[in-house]
């Protein structure tokens, strides 16, 4: 009883630890965020929205118009109608841009936690400290490595057709997951789950083919299984997915834009290209060092979440390279709606959310073999069983496997620190909160608040003035999480065409300082 007493005080230490860690990284990036400023596409779609909110400061007419936006746009250009939808109600409309971070990140945040709580803790039965511990190392490596971190956290329009979705996918993973476990609360889950459905089907493309793809296996394995009776409870949301996901891609919006995509593979040669360009981009280019120090720095809790499965369930894990294949198949096929479309792999924020799905799976893979490995330990009585649990390495699990761990983690963080340090010295942005901390402490942050600040004053000032042409200076600062793009001096520019519609001009011209 006193080495279990002294297990659970460790891992909650270890627990609390990170979610300080976690909440401190986050500081400087929130503050960063306050000086953050539309750009781009942010303009194009929420310029209804801001029309309608200008002129009657009205919530329903602003939630209209953004309606009206999904209209025109499914008709005109694309058919991502729940999407577009967000990307209408861009929080610039109300001076408030510097949200953009607090939305992503906490709906990242929310959306990791719900589900892995529900697979960790009610599924696997593992203890709460080894959940928030996993859950924190999770959200610290996606947080501080993402691939783009501009379009994942700091530019509302391309996180929001992203992002969102991305979380989206999260909750209703583990409210089927309740549904099927969980007698209790299964009207409201079923409302919740079939809500979100329908918005992940009418959401980008790469995360609607997973959702299907997700959608798909769980029928699969739960007929193999022989619990038919529980796959009647996802039929309902899997058709609220399906009517979504046809609005979306038969919508007429899409055929405008693709006659402007010059290279199209099919799809044969664009799924065997998806196959090629897993491996290049996930394990060639974003398995880095910080990569597999997260990848460390997680086999301690996966190895705790097995033991806890391991003892209150007779799964054998009889698979586990099958079990691989098949995550990098699913990995795979996130890079296949962008080939098909345009021939291209993708752009950063499509990058982030398979760069996040990617470590969902590396968490599920080593939880499988090692899952695996815990079975045929136990099988040849290489494992011993003791109060607390069971050890890999063969001794009674006690101060010493405490111990183990403690060293075990403080190498990883040394690591960490070291080699984050150095990296850190020659690049200040290859973490999001270096490169925050960097942009605040130089005075860039500070510099491009005033002169977008400014460049807003000039606009409003214009839009009353009733001025149909205008000449804005151009930004001058570009910190390297806060700038995303910006207006060309041809007035003919997309992005100036955006920009002179959201305030109504016939034209904007950008001009040199």
């Given at each position: ?38 750009s781009a596409d942010d303009y194009g779609f929420s310029a209804y929205s801001h029309i309608a909110w200008t002129s009657t400061h009205s919530i329903w007419q602003t939630i209209k118009a953004a309606g009206d936006t999904v209209i025109e746009r499914w008709y005109g250009w694309q058919g991502t109608f729940s999407s577009i939808f ?378 009353k003035n009733g001025e149909s042409e205008i000449a804005i200076p151009r930004l001058t600062g570009h910190p390297y999480l806060l700038f995303w793009s910006d207006i060309e001096e041809d007035a003919g520019d997309w992005k100036n065409k955006s920009m002179a519609r959201y305030y109504q001009k016939d034209a904007i011209f950008g001009m040199q300082k």
């Amino acid at each position: 009883m006193i080495t279990r007493m002294k297990t659970f005080k460790t891992e909650s230490k270890i627990a609390i630890a990170l979610v300080i860690l976690f909440v401190a990284s986050l500081l400087p990036i929130f503050w960063l965020g306050s000086y953050g400023y539309p750009s781009a596409d942010d303009y194009g779609f929420s310029a209804y929205s801001h029309i309608a909110w200008t002129s009657t400061h009205s919530i329903w007419q602003t939630i209209k118009a953004a309606g009206d936006t999904v209209i025109e746009r499914w008709y005109g250009w694309q058919g991502t109608f729940s999407s577009i939808f967000l990307m209408a109600l861009q929080p610039g409309i109300w001076g408030m841009y510097g949200l953009v971070p607090f939305i992503m990140i906490g709906m990242l945040t929310l959306s990791t936690l719900f589900f892995l709580y529900i697979v960790i803790v009610k599924i696997f039965q593992a203890r709460p400290a080894v959940f928030i511990g996993t859950a924190m190392l999770y959200l610290i490596f996606a947080v501080q490595c993402m691939v783009d971190k501009t379009q994942g956290f700091f530019w509302y329009n391309g996180a929001a057709h992203y992002m969102i979705p991305h979380s989206a996918v999260l909750f209703l993973c583990g409210l089927c997951i309740l549904l099927m476990t969980e007698k209790k609360k299964r009207i409201l889950r079923l409302t919740a789950a079939c809500l979100l459905a329908f918005f992940v089907g009418g959401s980008n493309y790469v995360t609607a083919l997973i959702a299907a793809v997700l959608f798909v296996t769980a029928f699969g394995l739960l007929l193999l299984g022989k619990q038919g009776k529980k796959c009647r409870l996802l039929i309902l949301p899997f058709l609220f997915f399906v009517i979504a996901f046809l609005l979306n891609v038969l919508a007429p919006g899409n055929a405008v834009r693709q006659e402007e995509m010059l290279v199209r593979p099919g799809v044969f040669k664009s799924i065997l290209r998806s196959f090629y360009y897993c491996v290049e981009y996930v394990v060639d280019t974003w398995f880095s060092w910080p990569y597999l120090l997260f990848v460390l720095a997680l086999l301690p809790f996966v190895w705790e979440t097995v033991k806890a499965f391991g003892r209150c369930c007779a799964f054998l894990f009889r698979a586990p390279l099958l079990v691989v294949f098949y995550c990098y198949c699913v990995l795979s096929a996130m890079f296949t709606p962008s080939l098909f479309a345009t021939g291209d792999v993708g752009g950063g924020r499509i990058f982030n959310i398979i760069f996040l799905d990617s470590m969902l799976y590396v968490m599920f893979s080593l939880f499988y073999c090692m899952g695996w490995l815990y079975r045929k330990l136990e099988a040849f009585r290489a494992v011993e069983k003791s109060e607390a649990g069971v050890n890999v390495f063969g001794k009674p699990a006690g101060c010493f496997e405490i111990k183990a761990v403690r060293w075990y983690l403080a190498g990883v963080l040394f690591f960490g620190v070291f080699f984050g340090a150095m990296y850190m010295k020659v690049n200040p942005d290859y973490f999001t909160t270096a490169s925050a901390v960097y942009s605040l402490a130089t005075g860039e942050a500070s510099a491009y608040g005033q002169e977008t600040a400014e460049r807003e004053r000039l606009l409003q000032e214009m839009e009353k003035n009733g001025e149909s042409e205008i000449a804005i200076p151009r930004l001058t600062g570009h910190p390297y999480l806060l700038f995303w793009s910006d207006i060309e001096e041809d007035a003919g520019d997309w992005k100036n065409k955006s920009m002179a519609r959201y305030y109504q001009k016939d034209a904007i011209f950008g001009m040199q300082k």
